[in-house]
């Protein structure tokens, strides 16, 4: 049997639940030989991980994934085998921490400013506590001070598009996010293209323009993909030249349709970027 990929998950590091060690290890019992750690816009991780991974036998791709913005919709790009090392990647990276400490003490802020929280800012213990601040800590805070039944009440209810609590971001584009990953001598991928609210033709234009600002590959494979839009996907890298990712996605144990580890099986005519990653490409 082929071995198990895994070239896009979360640690504590940025919005997952496991420290990367962890991570590493429940990767490792589920037989998957090659992992990328690819946190939220920091490289934090990356040294436990790399550590965790030389113990178990496994190999460890350096990875982040990088926000970023196009015609006005935020964009995922993952850059695997980075030098986190990078004056240029870090530089970046600071940048969108002090986007996101700017944005989520606004959201905190405007939370305060409701009957429900009696001038309580919700904000404060995730801005205190976590590394790099995401509106999921946020949503996990509502719920454990009871504000929300669950992270998803806590979206729906006072984080999500509609809600008192939506702050819309603009974030530094996709030229930007690709030049640091590039920077830092790795390789750039659209992450999860079929996620973002685009139509064809602008979807179709977004790649162009991410190839064109030097990206190299496209997530094609990731878990619950319907048929339609593994289609999609695959017609897009092959149409644009890309090459093709995988991954899970992982953000916590016991969310059964994201399991850790991808079959190192893509659609036909599509380059994997694995090799390149290892160096035999
Ligand atoms: P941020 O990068 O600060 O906008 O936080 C984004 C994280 O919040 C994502 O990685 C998701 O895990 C989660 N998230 C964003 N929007 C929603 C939503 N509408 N419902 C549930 N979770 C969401
Ligand atoms: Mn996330
Ligand atoms: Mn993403
Ligand atoms: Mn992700």
Redesign the pocket.
């Known amino acids: 049997m082929d071995a198990l990929i895994d070239l896009h998950t979360h640690s504590h590091c940025s919005?997952g639940t496991l420290p990367p060690s962890e991570l590493v290890a429940a990767a490792a019992a589920r037989g998957v030989a090659v992992l990328a750690l690819t946190d939220?816009d920091t490289t934090a991780g990356l040294a436990e991980a790399g550590l965790a991974a030389a113990t178990a036998g496994m190999q460890l791709i350096p990875g982040v994934e990088i926000?970023a913005g196009w015609r006005g919709q935020?964009i995922h790009i993952v850059g695997l085998g980075i030098d986190a090392a990078s004056p240029a990647l870090q530089q970046h990276l600071a940048t969108l921490l002090a986007i996101?400490r700017t944005?989520?003490s606004a959201i905190g802020a405007k939370l305060a400013r409701q009957r429900h929280f009696g001038g309580r800012d919700p904000a404060q213990a995730v801005l205190r506590d976590a590394p790099v601040?995401?509106?999921?800590h946020?949503?996990r805070e509502l719920v454990a001070a009871g504000d929300a039944s669950s992270?998803?009440n806590a979206?729906?209810r006072w984080?999500?598009?509609g809600t008192v609590g939506h702050v819309p971001?603009e974030w530094p584009g996709i030229d930007a996010a690709i030049a640091a990953i590039r920077a830092a001598g790795g390789h750039a991928v659209l992450a999860h293209p079929h996620r973002y609210k685009l139509s064809a033709g602008a979807l179709d234009n977004l790649c162009t323009e991410f190839r064109d600002a030097g990206g190299a590959a496209m997530e094609v494979s990731l878990p619950a993909l319907s048929p339609n839009d593994a289609s999609r996907l695959a017609r897009l890298a092959r149409m644009h030249g890309l090459a093709g990712s995988m991954g899970s996605d992982f953000?916590e144990p016991g969310v059964a349709w994201r399991p850790l580890g991808r079959f190192a099986k893509l659609p036909e005519g599509i380059e994997p970027l694995l090799p390149r990653l290892l160096g035999q490409g």
Do not use: V
């Not at 601040?133 to 999921?136: G, K, L, N, S």
């Open positions: 919005d939220h926000t935020e996101r944005r989520i601040p995401t509106r999921m946020l949503a992270a998803q979206f729906d984080l999500g598009r971001q953000h």
